[in-house]
């Protein structure tokens, strides 16, 4: 939540899916992962998911312990949404 994302040199927000187009321009300057979420009105978790696309494909880089990167392990999402489903 409070790995700082900012957006690579040279990369312009180009046709983007409009919440990546968004999150690029929040990143030009450093921004906090959780500062995008409130500032986008975007679920926490699902900055992240976007976030760490984003960083797969060069767009953006953190400057803390990669924490964006990380995502849970499939068993872990899979445990998840079967728990929310049977709510």
Known sequence: MITIVVAEHGRAVRSLEPERGEILRLCHRPISVAEISARLDIPLTVVRVLLGDMLAE??????????????????????????????
Not at 74 to 82: E, F, I, S, T
């Open 58 to 87: 060069g767009d953006v880089r953190t400057r803390a312990s990669g924490a964006v990167a990380r995502l849970p392990e499939k068993q872990v999402l899979q445990a998840v949404l079967d728990g929310i489903r049977r709510l």
